[in-house]
């Protein structure tokens, strides 16, 4: 083979790669669907059935994982912080150490207090069966103490007088009277109602409102009056706790794993009162012309291996690092102008996605 042939060959392999490597970048923000600058209302026009049916159609994910993965996923990928995850009825963080697996860990013998479980939000005996796609789709899937959550058993939630409250949780901790102060940060129980902590209520009113939007029918054949039961306290939680980054990016690395289909309900804070709540106020979807007007850059030192967001201001950034494949290696918050993030990666094309979200910066780099 000639010396042309050569460099034609090599020229062709490299425009090659260049093309796969886009196209998988381009298949991954598309698809994979990072938190974005803002959202424009979805389905304008639309309310009631015609608008919960269009949400059904276009957000009912076709790929979901099995119960082992979906777990190990939740506990080790969605809800990690740092290096521990956090019950979403007490607050309370258990630690989660590298190497472990992350359910046979949080659960233990499942007598301890610190055990953990999988709550389903949407209880299994209302339509989310084993078996059923419902039974394993994250968006109502949240970790919890395991003595939590068999007391909330297969009760609807609402918001409980506190003089007929039974149980009180915070932490690890579980009180049959009624707390001196901090009452807000306690999940709240009596025999028929559960109310969780007033941090995350808006959080489970969204996955409440996805589930009975997406499987109606598993619920309805189930238990036709649970979900409007208590749904006039899932409407007043939706107002009173709108989602914040933490909801954000839960529902953006959930639709990772789950056909790229987010939670519309995160998305779009406007859904709930065409869908459901007519008597809400009207809530507008953050628009990309709100995004203030601040250059940032996302810039990476290869010979250190650090990453960094470089411009004015102080804010606090998630970063998540990707590989070709499209798995998330890592997840972290850096500052604005922070020492860079030191990565340690093998050889390898990655890439960086940093956002505040409010803006979304996106870098690929290689690692020789």
Known sequence: MG???????????????????????????????????????????????????ALRDAYTPNQLLNDSQVRDTLYAKVFAESDSVRCIYSGFAKYLPDGV????????????????????????????????????????????????????????????????????????????VKPSNG??????????????????????????????TIYREDAVAADPSFFASQLSYLCDWHNQDP???AELLRNDIIAHYQDGKKNPFIIDCSLVKRAYCSQLPVCNPVSSEDVGD????????????????????????????????????????????QVGLRLNLPPGVYFAIATDFRIQLNHKFMIP
């Not at 007391?151 to 901790?173: E, G, M, S, V």
């Not at 009113?205 to 589930?211: G, I, L």
């Open 3 to 53: 010396l042309r042939s050569i460099d034609a060959s090599m020229l062709e392999l490299s425009v090659s790669n260049v093309y796969r490597a886009l196209k998988i970048l381009m298949v991954f923000i598309l698809c994979c669907g990072f938190v974005q600058a803002g959202y424009a209302q979805l389905f304008p026009g639309l309310e009631g059935e015609q608008l919960t049916d």
């Open 101 to 176: 697996d992350p359910s046979q860990w949080l659960y233990g013998t499942g007598l301890e207090v610190e055990s953990m479980n999988l709550e389903h939000g949407w209880p299994q005996a209302k339509g989310a069966d084993e078996g059923t796609d419902g039974n394993v789709n994250m968006y109502h899937l949240f970790p919890s103490r395991t003595a939590i959550n068999s007391d909330r058993a297969n009760f609807p939630f609402a918001d409980i007088p506190d003089q007929l409250t039974q149980k009180w949780y915070y932490k690890d901790k579980e009180m049959a």
């Open 183 to 212: 009452i807000n940060a306690y999940s709240e129980y009596m025999n028929g109602s559960f109310e969780p902590r007033e941090a995350v209520k808006g959080d489970i009113a969204r996955a409440m409102f996805y589930f009975w």
């Open 243 to 245: 989602v914040d980054s």
């Open 294 to 337: 601040e250059e940032y850059v996302l810039q990476f030192l290869s010979g250190s291996q650090q990453l960094s967001v470089v411009g004015s201001g102080d804010q606090i950034w998630q970063l998540r690092i990707v590989d070709q494949l499209g798995r998330i290696l890592r997840v972290e918050s850096i500052l604005t102008n």
